[in-house]
């Protein structure tokens, strides 16, 4: 079994399932039918991609696991999301600011992937980057909307975009089983994606009339299982129904 392997597949998949989650709250709740639709679709995009991780994972491990031990019955510290993805819907500006930014960087990242020397970590990333690329126009396309729109959607997303910036450097951060993939060429050298990152997101920002944040000092801890204050209660909700009726089937 390749433990670096399988972290480094946790430390990608795990942030498309916490942000799945987050966006799956917004059912029912959109500034629209057309947008509220949207973003379930881009919910189920994106746990539709951690399933084909989580099932690589599960033959990695053996001992019976499953897709489903994987996602439901892990601990807190044992998830290697970012810290972006599980911060909370405060509200539309917050939920689609969020979003911008980790759609930037996972399109980086799957374009990368694609050539990854794993056969399996490469077709998912081909079958995912089309779904991702969409994830991508949309949210881009509210930030220009809202930044561009009345004074107080204007005010909202930059609000929201300066509360956020600060779990954007993570995102670059490499763990032991990060180089260790990078180095066999399996996996992405996420270092490498900073430059280009801030660099489209800057300019998305100017064309919405925003400002880039500025800041000296950012967050980290979620890559090592240090996650904040409101991933337990996430983990709480995703996990219930498993953790309560244990073994359960549909």
């Given at each position: 079994?390749?433990?670096?392997?399988?972290?480094y597949?946790?430390?990608?998949?795990?942030?498309?399932?916490?942000?799945?989650?987050?966006?799956?709250?917004?059912?029912?709740?959109?500034?629209?039918?057309?947008?509220?639709?949207?973003?379930?679709?881009?919910?189920?995009?994106?746990?539709?991609?951690v399933?084909?991780?989580?099932?690589?994972?599960?033959?990695?491990?053996?001992?019976?696991?499953?897709?489903?031990?994987?996602?439901?019955?892990?601990?807190?510290?044992?998830?290697?999301?970012?810290?972006?993805?599980?911060?909370?819907?405060?509200?539309?500006?917050?939920?689609?600011?969020?979003?911008?930014?980790?759609?930037?960087?996972?399109?980086?990242l799957?374009?990368?992937?694609?050539?990854?020397?794993?056969?399996?970590?490469?077709?998912?990333?081909?079958?995912?980057?089309?779904?991702?690329?969409?994830h991508?126009?949309?949210?881009?396309?509210?930030?220009?909307?809202?930044?561009?729109?009345?004074?107080?959607?204007?005010?909202?997303?930059?609000?929201?975009?300066?509360?956020?910036?600060?779990?954007?450097?993570?995102?670059?951060?490499?763990?032991?089983?990060?180089?260790?993939?990078?180095?066999?060429?399996?996996?992405?050298?996420?270092?490498?994606?900073?430059?280009?990152?801030y660099?489209?997101?800057?300019?998305?920002?100017?064309?919405?009339?925003?400002?880039?944040?500025?800041?000296?000092?950012?967050?980290?801890?979620?890559?090592?299982?240090?996650?904040?204050?409101?991933?337990?209660?996430?983990?709480?909700?995703?996990?219930?129904?498993?953790?309560?009726?244990?073994?359960?089937?549909w």
């Amino acid at each position: 079994m390749n433990n670096n392997l399988i972290q480094y597949i946790y430390g990608i998949a795990d942030n498309s399932l916490i942000l799945g989650q987050r966006l799956g709250e917004l059912c029912g709740h959109g500034p629209s039918l057309e947008t509220d639709i949207a973003m379930t679709n881009i919910s189920l995009d994106l746990l539709g991609q951690v399933r084909s991780y989580y099932q690589y994972v599960a033959k990695l491990i053996g001992n019976d696991a499953t897709e489903d031990t994987i996602a439901f019955l892990r601990k807190e510290r044992e998830y290697k999301n970012v810290l972006l993805v599980e911060q909370p819907n405060q509200d539309f500006a917050y939920s689609i600011s969020r979003q911008f930014l980790f759609d930037i960087f996972h399109l980086l990242l799957l374009e990368q992937l694609q050539n990854s020397s794993d056969a399996t970590l490469s077709a998912i990333a081909k079958k995912s980057i089309k779904e991702v690329s969409y994830h991508t126009r949309f949210s881009s396309d509210w930030i220009r909307r809202l930044g561009d729109g009345t004074d107080e959607s204007h005010n909202r997303i930059q609000e929201a975009l300066n509360h956020l910036w600060v779990f954007t450097d993570e995102l670059f951060h490499q763990t032991d089983a990060d180089k260790s993939m990078v180095s066999e060429e399996i996996g992405v050298d996420v270092t490498q994606l900073k430059e280009v990152f801030y660099t489209k997101v800057s300019a998305i920002l100017e064309e919405a009339t925003l400002q880039t944040p500025n800041i000296e000092y950012f967050q980290k801890g979620g890559k090592q299982g240090v996650h904040s204050e409101h991933m337990g209660y996430l983990l709480a909700d995703l996990q219930y129904m498993q953790r309560t009726y244990p073994n359960m089937n549909w």
